[in-house]
Structure formats: C-alpha cells, structure tokens
Nanobody, 129 residues
Framework: RVHLVESGGDSVQSGGSLRLSCAVS????????MAWFRQVPGNGREGVAA???????DYEDSVKGRFAIAKDHYKETLYLQMSSLNPEDTAMYYC???????????????????????WGQGTQVTVSS
C-alpha cells in the first residue's frame, strides 16, 4: 500500500494559479499510476488528471490546457499545477495511487475513482470571482 499526503490547497482569486503536492511513501513510486480527483459536497469524485508509470497523461476536458500533472521521482511527489483557475474549480482535491488490475471502464479508466486503491486525505481549493 501507498501512503499519500496532499498539500498546497488555498483560497485564490479567479485567474490565479496554485500547485498541489502529494507526498508519497512507499518503495514503488516510479511504477505506480497516480491521479488527481476533486469533489464538491453532494457530488461524487471527478477525475481531473492522471499519469501512468510511463509518464502518459490524461486530463478531464475542462482542465485541458490549464492543469498539468507531473511526478518528481527524486522527491517521490506528485504535483498538479493549476492555472487560470475559475470558481468552478473550487473543490476538495485528492490524490490517488495504484490502479486496479484489470481496471474498470473504457478509455477513460485512469480518471475513474473506482479504479484506485490508495487515497490521500484531501486539500481544499477555493476560487473566488
């Protein structure tokens, strides 16, 4: 199992930027697929961005061109660089690791929350207009 701790959430103005971090403990960081999800009260978790062990990435349509997911293998940390933030990005953001084998769903399986095993506790992002 992997232990995940998110940080970097904050309150920002619309148009601003934030970088979320997810510190990972475990000895297989380089081999694990990871993702960022977000959730607002009353809704399920929504996949935002994912990265696999080869560095291939997937993004939810509304964040393409604004968000970037990356892994720092030396620091064993997952990042989500967010720019051009708008109020619709307000949510609790979670990182997740470890895809189920085999994963469920179609081509978007990396962005489906049911496919991930380990989760962090979340970090709040609030964007005001």
């Amino acid at each position: 199992r992997v232990h995940l701790v998110e940080s970097g959430g904050d309150s920002v103005q619309s148009g601003g930027s934030l970088r979320l971090s997810c510190a990972v403990s475990g000895d297989f960081f380089s081999r694990v697929s990871m993702a960022w999800f977000r959730q607002v009260p009353g809704n399920g978790r929504e996949g935002v961005a994912a990265i696999d062990s080869d560095g291939n990435t997937d993004y939810e349509d509304s964040v393409k061109g604004r968000f970037a997911i990356a892994k720092d293998h030396y620091k064993e940390t997952l990042y989500l660089q967010m720019s051009s933030l708008n109020p619709e990005d307000t949510a609790m953001y979670y990182c997740a690791a470890g895809l189920l084998t085999p994963p469920r769903g179609g081509n978007d399986y990396r962005l489906l929350p049911d496919n991930y095993i380990d989760w962090g506790q979340g970090t709040q992002v609030t964007v005001s207009s």
